[in-house]
């Protein structure tokens, strides 16, 4: 079966520090790979989406970036983050489309 | 433009009571799929049904109903005999057939009441 693992859980970093958020997905090839971010109390924002290796589609200008290194890994990345990046960040994955979406269990992040 | 409205920001419902979550969409496109996912406390996107625009008959999966009116464009999450443990925010969702992009509505808070 299908899993998706997402690390860390709970990240606290300062303002301006880099930012590495790391997703990998086991059981399945070529996944379609994707990243939100939900405000407190708030819904889901696509961040970025990749349908294949080191294909990346940007669906909101920010300081983030992210890249497919592998198959089934998605990385989140910040060069110096802000305090508006705090949030609750979600990995997930997909098959063909029009197929349910797959979450990892997030990762909230916290800017000081 | 919203795509997906979700129009219940919260609901309450007795325990052992049914409850409806409201969701209309927006698209001209004839080919595509909704979803409803449920988000405890905890933070998971757990998933629940799925409806294919194509499908003649409204999705269930257990105590989850989905009350598709295509005319109308809503996809209604209908939940049976509430329990406690589906207190959570609920999310509406669509996806295209040739699309790679899901959009999501902003969620309804749901509170079963004991």
């Known amino acids: 079966s299908q899993t998706i693992h997402q690390w860390p859980a709970t990240l606290v970093q300062p303002v301006g520090s880099p930012l590495s958020l790391e997703c990998t997905v086991e059981?399945?090839?070529?996944?379609?790979l994707y990243w939100y971010r939900q405000a407190a109390g708030r819904g889901l924002q696509l961040l970025f989406y990749?349908?294949?290796?080191?294909?990346i589609s940007s669906e909101v200008p920010q300081n983030l970036s992210a890249s497919r290194p592998q198959d089934r890994q998605f990385i989140l990345s910040s060069k110096k983050l802000l305090l508006s990046d705090s949030g609750f960040y979600l990995c997930?994955?997909?098959?063909?489309?029009?197929?349910?979406?797959?979450f990892g269990d997030g990762t909230r992040l916290s800017i000081l | 433009a919203q795509k997906i409205t979700q129009t219940q920001p919260g609901m309450f419902v007795q325990e052992k009571e049914a409850v409806t979550l409201d969701c209309t969409y927006d698209t001209s496109d004839p080919s595509y799929g909704l979803f409803w996912y449920k988000q405890p406390s905890s933070g998971e996107m757990i998933f629940l049904i799925y409806q294919g625009s194509y499908d003649q008959q409204n999705a269930t999966e257990g105590r989850y109903s989905l009350n598709f009116q295509k005319a109308r464009k809503s996809a209604n999450l209908v939940i049976s005999a509430s329990q406690l443990g589906d207190s959570a925010m609920y999310f509406c969702?669509?996806?295209?057939?040739?699309?790679?992009?899901?959009?999501f509505g902003t969620g309804t808070s749901l509170t079963v009441i004991p």
């Open positions: 969702a669509m996806s295209y057939y040739t699309g790679n992009q899901f959009y």
């Open positions: 997930a994955w997909s098959g063909t489309s029009n197929q349910p979406q797959h």
């Open positions: 990749s349908v294949g290796i080191g294909q």
């Open positions: 059981g399945t090839s070529n996944p379609n």
